[in-house]
């Protein structure tokens, strides 16, 4: 079955750093897309980030500038760096991942891990 495993949440003041990983198990697909999405409680969930796999990037217009999203395809892993937190950007950041079986894409999520920035 596939899993995506995430890791690098925390605490930090504002202005600090984190860097997200994300790894998805091994299997019989393709990476076409992975990326970072993030929510917070009364609040829908939102696009952070995407790269796709011929290195195609999308980020969200509140996190231009601050957060970069890179990719290893070979050991099928995505990073988010975040510099100059903001206290607006606590919230559960989970992965997702289009992967490729066949002719077939499906798409898959982590369970979250917790970014706090506070002082």
């Known amino acids: 079955q596939v899993q995506l495993v995430e890791s690098g949440g925390g605490s930090v003041q504002p202005g600090g750093s984190l860097t997200l990983s994300c790894t998805v198990s091994?299997?019989?697909?393709?990476?076409?897309?992975m990326g970072w999405y993030r929510q917070n409680p009364g609040n829908q969930r939102e696009l952070v980030a995407t790269?796709?796999?011929?290195?195609?990037?999308s980020t969200a217009d509140g996190v231009k500038g601050r957060f970069t999203i890179s990719r290893e395809y070979a050991k099928n892993t995505v990073y988010l760096r975040m510099n100059s937190l903001k206290p607006e950007d606590t919230a559960t950041y989970y992965c997702?991942?289009?992967?490729?079986?066949?002719?077939?894409?499906?798409?898959?999520w982590g369970q979250g891990t917790q970014v706090n920035v506070s002082s």
């Open positions: 091994r299997g019989k697909y393709t990476v076409e897309s």
């Open positions: 997702n991942a289009v992967l490729r079986w066949g002719k077939n894409d499906r798409e898959y």
């Open positions: 790269i796709s796999v011929d290195g195609i990037f």
